[in-house]
């Protein structure tokens, strides 16, 4: 399979604790790319770092790319309860594959 | 921003239907389409490419005379999941990606649940 893994497959903190998620992939790509995923709901983008980016920065976001181990991570600082959702990485070349996911619990 | 429009949100129906869903980009042109599939509490599976004007391209074990798609415009692809049974049933979503799209993301419709009786 070319799905990437992701882990931890589960992660709870407490609001204000700050999360970090890791994706291993096993192809060449174009971009990675980070997703959000609200129970039972769609899929909601938040943050693309392209294969010749190492780390990128929205917000309370920040990602990292190493392709030469193929890995990439997602820190959300100062985690609300409101980040409570499944965060999917996926890689693209010309078509997006993704990773297995973390589910994130925030409690207040 | 550009929006994915996925009709019906939910489908309910008895085991023997087909049942159409509906992904349209409603303000950009998308000449790829993507459907993918997801179990509860599990990841996305790229089931198929939708390309306009020609046939889908489909991954390793998806049936495509179970999983017929079409992707007549620009703007519209279907997929049409034929003679369902209840192990069909399962949360798909499609995306989509503007022309000339270079390393920018696809577009997500809201998904479709749909559950077999």
């Keep these: 399979s070319q799905q990437g ?26 971009n990675l790319q980070w997703y959000r995923q609200n129970s039972g709901r ?48 996926a890689t693209e070349q010309d078509k997006l594959i993704f990773g297995t996911g973390t589910r994130l619990q925030v409690f207040p | 921003g550009a929006v994915v429009s996925q009709h019906p949100s939910r489908v309910i129906c008895k085991s023997g239907t087909s049942v159409k869903i509906e992904c349209r980009s409603l303000d950009f042109q998308a000449t790829t389409m993507f ?7 599990k990841s996305l599976m790229l089931m198929a490419t939708s390309n306009e004007g020609s046939k889908a391209t489909y991954e390793q074990g998806v049936e495509k005379d179970k999983f017929l798609i079409n992707h007549a415009s620009l703007t519209l692809s279907t997929l049409t999941v034929t003679s369902a049974h209840p192990e069909d049933s399962s949360f798909y979503i499609c ?5 000339r799209d270079g390393n920018q993301p696809q577009h997500f419709g809201d998904g479709t649940r749909l559950s077999i009786l």
């Design chain 1, 5 to 30: 893994e992701e882990d931890p497959q589960a992660l709870s903190i407490q609001e204000g604790e700050n999360a970090t998620m890791n994706c291993s992939y096993k192809t060449s790509i174009n």
């Design chain 1, 42 to 89: 769609g899929l909601v983008h938040l943050i693309l770092i392209r294969s010749n980016e190492r780390e990128k920065h929205s917000g309370r976001l920040r990602v990292t790319l190493d392709t030469s181990k193929k890995s990439s991570s997602l820190l959300i600082t100062a985690s609300r309860a409101a980040d409570t959702a499944s965060y999917f990485c």
């Design chain 2, 35 to 41: 459907w993918y599939r997801q179990f509860p509490k």
């Design chain 2, 95 to 99: 995306s989509a990606r503007e022309l």
